[in-house]
């Protein structure tokens, strides 16, 4: 009798251990989603037949980044949004002003970059808050487009993103942070891009070298195909 309990109380343990898995990683898939939210709706793409693409930007600023970014988007004629934080724009001073000055429009990726779920309730907003200050003091006029850190969001931070009077800003392309080479690279990034897309790229640190590399032949391939390139801002002007 007693090992029949010892049983069911084992199964009912492993039971209530799966569900709570499930329950896991159920929270995890809903929190990485770019085109849904639990509260709200993130911009991933917009409905657009002009052949327009927006070029996003994550992360940094860093001197690396910018030097290697800003005279390729001005060769082309490209005007992109960089998702910045707060932490790096007070670790590398003047490189927000130099995207602003070029005609690039400024977002808010947070200020730690940490992880944004789970957190107290007055730290989402602290993030933002912090961050817009600084975008603001770049010279970038109602800073008004937010990227969660990777991508990552649950209630907290929507209701947060919301009540600042932002917007969250997703992607319907990612780039793949490590590819073979720049060619494979934007040949991938081109194979997938259509009018509307808002493609996500990281170039600001080190690892980024493929990323910087891909750049120029990701914009010769754009232009090739009729597209120009924009900001968010822009392109949400042309929705349908
Ligand atoms: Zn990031």
């Known amino acids: 009798m007693t090992r029949f309990v010892t049983r069911r109380r084992a199964i009912a343990a492993a039971a209530i251990l799966a569900v709570l898995l499930a329950l896991l990683f159920v929270t995890f898939e809903i929190s990485k989603a770019a085109c849904w939210q639990l509260i709200g709706t993130p911009v991933c793409k917009v409905e657009t037949d002009e052949k327009l693409i927006a070029l996003t930007f994550d992360d940094g600023p860093t001197p690396l980044g910018v030097d290697a970014v800003l005279p390729v988007l001005e060769r082309y004629g490209a005007h992109a949004t960089f998702f910045l934080v707060g932490q790096e724009m007070e670790w590398h001073p003047g490189q927000a002003q130099r995207l602003v000055a070029a005609g690039h429009e400024l977002g808010n990726h947070s200020f730690y970059h940490q992880r944004m779920w789970g957190l107290f309730p007055g730290s989402y907003e602290a993030e933002i808050r ?31 993103v919301a009540r600042a009077g932002y917007t969250t800003v997703t992607w319907d392309y990612e780039d793949q942070m490590t590819g073979p080479s720049a060619r494979a690279f934007a040949d991938t990034t081109l194979a997938r891009v259509k009018p509307g897309s808002i493609v996500v790229m990281h170039v600001m640190y080190k690892p980024g070298q493929v990323q910087r590399d891909a750049l120029p032949l990701i914009l010769e391939g754009l232009k090739a195909r009729g597209y120009r390139v924009v900001t968010v801002g822009e392109l949400l002007k042309h929705a349908r």
Request: charged share 20%.
């Open 130 to 160: 912090r961050t817009d200050a600084l975008l603001r003091a770049a010279g970038q006029p109602n800073p008004h487009f937010f990227r969660p850190p990777n991508g990552k969001k649950l209630t907290g931070l929507p209701i947060a």
